[in-house]
């Protein structure tokens, strides 16, 4: 037995540190399966796994406990942005500009009943205790990684703010659901009117294109070429299919078009009512993509390193008799296909023509799953030197005592959302797999939880037994379930908004999985998932900075 007490007991040892680590978010990842009235924790039990190993004595190496603190909040923020990034400022369109402002009402009042509760308890509980609270009641990891890495650079030395947030934490989750229930009842919500009114509000406000029939009865553009009409027009769109003279073809720019003929066109829905005025009437009674032609229609997947970044006009279409692209699907988004439009790495392309020019421009984009298998490790990590200088760059503020900060949260989320959006433009490869994504965050979160908790789980346990564990755990409640009460009935009686888009903004607005898991379970819609999707990055942009801000904003009046 003597080779395993220096494994068990020699916190310098490398062995030692491995073994602590991978047994506490083992355990954690597991007992957090664990569901209690249809609600689990997740990823976050980690945290509490360690509190209770460090609670028992079982400690690691303070030097690289740190680092893997650091180096899992940056991984963690890292690819969230990168997975939002393609998205990230269409979010603010059309009805995502509603839910982002709904976002930042959020993200405000739950700041100011934060500071509210403070000034009222000053002398009971301090700054730096009261953003714990804070940061779990909204149950943002990374926002309290970026508030202990300001109170780090400010020298603070009282108790770690990492208590007050598991105190607050677990009755974040449920507060957050509970004001879901709250506004269900207070509205008197019928689950399945809200399902109906949604698919009816999707259909009629959709920004995806569309595709309809038109029969050529206007003389006027008899014998036009497609490239004259798209000009006469002034509308975008793509004519896939035509029919004249009893055969299917699909045209080109320079395909001429005659009274007579039936055409297959691809638009924007506010485009439509134009384009069928212009070419005559719609045709309702058929479908050129069903009827027998010579015609195929095809995904393309995007997978070779020269095509990413290229316009679509680039790829000069014409030169394979026949086909366009209708569609571009992205991260979950369906893009209608401009001539600028840049082409990114895991690009699904919808193509319509003959089967050989299809076959012949699939060989010119890639369509090779496998290559997507393989990660970009360049681009990663020129990101994450970029975030880590950013982060670090001082940002002067008159009246705060120290520069602010982005640090290690904030800084790599920026460059991750901008190198996801922008990357492609300047030839950066920055696709990841949805499998690969995700498993280097919860590498990261796990790897920062459990850092955060073996590092304080003797004082967690005090603050119950001698400290302020209760009223943490009954100030997070408030700080929880006010803002999002007053936030979710503003977005019902002012924005009429869907119930099912509320759930979906107060989990995307307080960065919680658990309750984007609860919505799931009350509608089979995506309602819930897009509102969160559309709210996440700007709410986990502004919980990362807000805490630092009002640090620092306070901290040389009350400290």
Not at 251 to 265: A, E, H, M, N, W
Not at 493 to 498: A, G, L, S, V
Not at 501 to 526: M, R, W
Not at 530 to 541: D, G, H, R
Request: charged fraction near 15%; hydrophobic fraction near 50%; proline fraction near 4%.
């Amino acid at each position: 037995m003597d080779w395993l007490m220096p494994l068990l007991t020699d916190t310098d040892s490398i062995g030692h540190i491995l073994l602590v680590y991978s047994v506490v978010i083992a355990v954690g990842m597991a007992l957090g399966r664990i569901k209690v009235f249809g609600i689990s924790l997740g990823v976050t039990f980690v945290l509490f796994v360690a509190l209770a190993v460090s609670y028992a004595g079982i400690t690691v190496n303070g030097t690289v406990l740190n680092f893997l603190r650091d180096f899992g909040l940056i991984l963690f923020v890292f690819f969230i942005g990168l997975q939002v990034g393609p998205s990230f400022f269409s979010s603010f369109k059309s009805g995502g500009l509603q839910l982002n402002l709904l976002t930042l009402l959020a993200v405000g009042l739950s700041i100011l009943v934060t500071i509210a509760l403070f000034l009222v308890l000053q002398g009971t509980v301090t700054l730096p205790q009261i953003l714990g609270v804070h940061y779990g009641a909204v149950t943002n990891t990374p926002g309290l990684g970026a508030t202990q890495e300001a109170l780090d650079m400010l020298g603070y030395k009282g108790e770690n703010i990492a208590i007050a947030y598991a105190c607050a934490y677990p009755l974040g989750v449920v507060g957050i659901i509970t004001s879901a229930v709250i506004l269900r009842k207070m509205f008197r919500i019928n689950l399945k009117e809200e399902d109906r009114h949604w698919g009816e509000e999707a259909s009629a406000n959709s920004d995806a294109p569309i595709f309809f029939h038109v029969a050529v009865t206007n003389a006027g553009i008899n014998g036009q070429t497609m490239r004259n009409i798209r000009d006469f027009i002034g509308r975008a769109f793509i004519c896939s299919r035509v029919l004249h003279d009893g055969v299917i073809t699909s045209p080109s720019p320079d395909t001429q078009v005659f009274v007579g003929d039936k055409l297959r066109i691809v638009s924007g829905a506010e485009s439509k009512a134009a384009i069928v005025a212009f070419f005559g009437q719609e045709e309702t009674d058929i479908d050129l993509a069903t009827a027998h032609s010579p015609l195929i229609a095809r995904n393309i997947l995007i997978t070779k390193d020269q095509v990413n970044g290229m316009r679509l006009g680039e790829l000069h279409l014409s030169r394979y008799d026949g086909v366009n692209i209708t569609r571009v699907f992205r991260a979950g988004m369906t893009l209608f296909p401009y001539q600028n439009l840049h082409l990114q790495m895991g690009d699904q392309v919808y193509c319509v023509g003959p089967q050989r020019s299809i076959e012949r421009l699939a060989d010119r984009l890639g369509n090779q799953v496998q290559k997507l298998d393989h990660p970009n490790i360049i681009s990663i990590f020129l990101g994450i030197v970029l975030g880590i200088l950013l982060g670090f760059l001082p940002i002067a503020i008159p009246g705060m005592p120290v520069p602010l900060r982005l640090g290690l949260a904030g800084g790599p989320l920026i460059v991750a959302i901008l190198l996801g959006y922008w990357g492609p433009h300047f030839k950066l490869i920055t696709y990841t797999t949805h499998s690969a994504n995700l498993m280097l965050r919860e590498m990261g979160i796990a790897l920062f939880l459990a850092s955060v908790g073996l590092s304080a789980g003797d004082r967690f346990v005090n603050a119950f037994i001698d400290g302020n564990g209760l009223l943490y755990v009954a100030l997070g409640l408030v700080i929880t379930v006010v803002p999002l009460i007053i936030t979710g009935v503003v977005a019902r009686i002012k924005f009429k908004m869907n119930y099912h888009l509320i759930v979906g903004l107060l989990a995307g607005a307080t960065t919680d999985p658990p309750t984007l898991a609860y919505a799931n379970t009350i509608s089979e819609k995506d309602s819930s998932a897009i509102a969160y999707s559309t709210v996440y990055p700007l709410a986990m942009f502004l919980r990362i900075l807000t805490g630092q801000v009002v640090l620092l904003a306070l901290w040389s009046f009350v400290m």
